[in-house]
Each structure stands twice: as structure tokens, then as C-alpha cells.
């Protein structure tokens, strides 16, 4: 039986110890065949605690897939392997977003899914194997609505709290926590009393590795990073962190640790957004209009600033390389190692990660 995935070039993992930008076409691997296909969500992320991210996809209502299914599949080190039911767990489309987190510190990454409409969050703790049945946390918001919401340390003791944005006219711009304590969610707190600019798009992340997690912020008017570290308690006022981003392709933004040195990095894939892949004009051809060129850059942090972007990987699933494997619909970065980050795209089901490339030099 032939496998579309004999189509691919394998080739040993690669370390190296200088900055080298890595053509995916020389270390592409597949890492998961037919898992995540027309999955709502994807997440890459520790559920049974061994330090080695695995591949969890969030179905609502897929065909041929129970609605609220979520599916598991565990890194061995290299590839994710026995991929199984993990959770079945029903909720209400169009308000209702599943999010990953270790809620508790147990060093599971559990489900949780937040209402926005109803205020609340349901929790589904993973106990190694799967996620158990989830239950229910009212939020205390003192009836503002949460309009964004991300799961993230940001006092450092190792469970995850809810931080969120509330955008109506008393709370513009003011960010909030309720912190994650004794098998609770506290009363929500104001950590951030105004963004203080405009901001298009929004991360957290542990950008000075002191534990405490922090909020990054784009202007795409400005082509502005800015970072608002937390003190464990509240964020600081915010600080430009990268200038002159040249937005031009409309790329996703991701926050990863890339180079392994206890900050968190920004990551940016330029996705490539065609559907018509086998259109000959794009052979060849880098970031025509909108769409991307398939590559990943990363902007390392020095604990006080980004490094200026640079590409790590190119071509990362560009159609002119895999003619036979549609562009990817997905990118998603992790460690299946626990060691290496992996940069991953996904195409129809599969996983295709290439690791970090050795340490940046530096600049
Ligand atoms: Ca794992
Ligand atoms: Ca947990
Ligand atoms: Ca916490
Ligand atoms: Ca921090």
C-alpha cells in the first residue's frame, strides 16, 4: 500500500551549534499520520506529565467524529504515537472555547473550556491517561464581560490562572486574573489598569524568565512589540520590546521558548494562505501578495528586548516542495523531547515538524 507519506525526504536529526537557517525540505519529518484532520482545535501540549508535549484535536462537529470529541495522541520523543479518545465533552458553539492549561500543577495539562456568555469555565483535569469529566467554575467578574481569555501562570506557583481582557466602557483596556488557588478560581483582579496603547494582537508568555508570566502586545499602525512584565502581582507598565515589524505577509504569531534558554521567544510563521496549490504561478515564487512563503522566524528574547526577527526554518511545507501535499492549515510549535522545540505544520491529518536548528548566534 502506498502512503502519501512515502513521498516525503526523511533525513537523521540535526543539531548544530551555530545559527543556520534550515530548509525544511532537508529535515522535514512526519511526526503523525492522520490524527487532527478537520479538528476545531489543536494543541500541543503535556497531558501525562512525562515532559514530552502531545497532540490533543478538539472536534465540535466533524463528520465521522463524535461531536465534542477530544482525541489524544502521546509523544514517544520523536513522533506521537496511540492516538485515542480522551474526553468527550459537548458545549455551545459560538461562545464556548476550549483552552489547555495545568489548571491544577500537577504538571497535566488539563481542558478547559470558557463561557463567555454564561461567565464560567469548565475544567476537565487530565489524570494522566485522559481528561476526567469536566466541571464547573462561575467567575467572578463583578458582571463585567470577558471578551479574551488565556490560560498562564502569572503568579509563578506553577498552576495556571485565567487572564482576560474585558473591552466594555467601565474596563477599557484593563486586564484582570482570576488567579487559579486551593481547587478554586478567585474573584477576578485588575493587574493592568489600562494597555496604554492600541494593540492588534495580544500574547502571553515568559519573556524575562523569572517565572512570572507576561503580556506581549502588537500595533500593526506603530509595527510595535511591547511587553508588560508581571511582578507576580500586577503587570508593569508596558515597554517596547521590538520595533519596525514589517507585517507585510500577515503572519501568525506564537509564543515559545525556540532556543531553550528559559525566555520565551516570539515565533512567527508566515502561512502560506492559497488553496490553489498546484497553481504553477506560485512555483518557485515567495510571499506573493498576502500570502506567506511558508517560513518561521524567531525573535529572541534577551530578558529586556526581542533580537530582530530571522528565519530559522524555510519553505516549511511550500507546495513547490511537497507537490503532492496541500499547503498546511495549521502551525503550532512544542517540544516532543522535552528538549528541542519542533516547529510544526499540519496538512490533511498530518504533522510535519522540523526541530529548532541549534543555538541563534549573536548579534
Ligand atoms: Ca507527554
Ligand atoms: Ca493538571
Ligand atoms: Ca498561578
Ligand atoms: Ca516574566
Known amino acids: 500500500m502506498c502512503h502519501l507519506i512515502d513521498l516525503f525526504i526523511f533525513c537523521p ?26 479538528a476545531d ?26 461531536p465534542g470529541s477530544v482525541m489524544l495522541s502521546l509523544s514517544n520523543g520523536e513522533t506521537f504515537v496511540e492516538p485515542k479518545l480522551a474526553l468527550t465533552h459537548r458545549y455551545q458553539l459560538g461562545f464556548v472555547y476550549p483552552l489547555m492549561g495545568d489548571v491544577n500543577g500537577d504538571g497535566l495539562s488539563d481542558m478547559v473550556y470558557i463561557d463567555f456568555f454564561h461567565q464560567r469555565l469548565n475544567v476537565a483535569y487530565s489524570n494522566g491517561i485522559s481528561f476526567d469529566s469536566a466541571i464547573e467554575y462561575r467567575l ?14 502569572l503568579n509563578g506557583d506553577e498552576k495556571d490562572d485565567l487572564v482576560f481582557y474585558m473591552p466594555d466602557a467601565a474596563n477599557t483596556g484593563n486586564w484582570f486574573v482570576c488567579y487559579s488557588k486551593d481547587g478554586e478560581f478567585s474573584k477576578a483582579e485588575l493587574i493592568l489598569d489600562n494597555l496604554k496603547f492600541k494593540s492588534d494582537q495580544r ?39 521590538l520595533s519596525n515589524f514589517d507585517n507585510a505577509q500577515q503572519p501568525v504569531f506564537m ?5 531553550k534558554n528559559g525566555k520565551d521567544d516570539l515565533i512567527i510563521w508566515n502561512k502560506l494562505t492559497h488553496s490553489d496549490m498546484f497553481n504553477k504561478k506560485y512555483e518557485g515564487k515567495k510571499g506573493i501578495g498576502k ?5 518561521w522566524l524567531v ?13 530559522y526554518i524555510t519553505n516549511h511545507l511550500l507546495p513547490s516542495y511537497k507537490g503532492n501535499t496541500p499547503p498546511s492549515e495549521f502551525g503550532i510549535i512544542g517540544s516532543l523531547d522535552g528538549e528541542t522545540s519542533v516547529s510544526m505544520v499540519l496538512s490533511h491529518g498530518k504533522w510535519l515538524g522540523v526541530d529548532f536548528p541549534g543555538k541563534l548566534a549573536k548579534t
Not at 525573535?299 to 528565519?311: L, T
Request: aromatic residues 14%.
Open 299 to 311: 525573535a529572541c528574547s534577551d530578558g529586556n528586548k526581542f533580537s530582530s526577527p530571522k528565519p
Open 255 to 259: 509564543v515559545y521558548d525556540a532556543d
Open 203 to 241: 500574547l502571553w508568555g515568559d519573556f524575562n524568565g523569572d517565572g512570572f508570566s507576561d503580556l506581549i502586545a502588537f500595533n500593526e499602525t506603530t509595527k510595535v512589540w511591547s511587553v508588560a512584565l508581571s511582578n507576580g502581582d500586577k503587570l508593569l507598565d508596558p515597554k517596547v520590546w
Open 291 to 295: 500570502d506567506g512563503n511558508c517560513d
Open 41 to 66: 482545535y489543536l494543541f500541543l501540549k503535556d497531558v501525562n506529565g512525562d515532559g514530552m508535549d502531545d497532540a490533543v484535536a478538539v472536534y465540535t462537529s466533524a463528520p465521522g467524529v463524535g
Open 140 to 153: 467572578n467578574t463583578s458582571g463585567g464581560k470577558i471578551n479574551e481569555s488565556y490560560l498562564t501562570d
Open 13 to 38: 536529526k540535526k543539531r548544530r551549534d551555530i545559527y543556520s537557517t534550515l530548509y525544511a525540505k532537508e529535515g522535514i519529518y512526519n511526526r503523525q499520520d492522520y490524527f487532527g484532520d478537520k
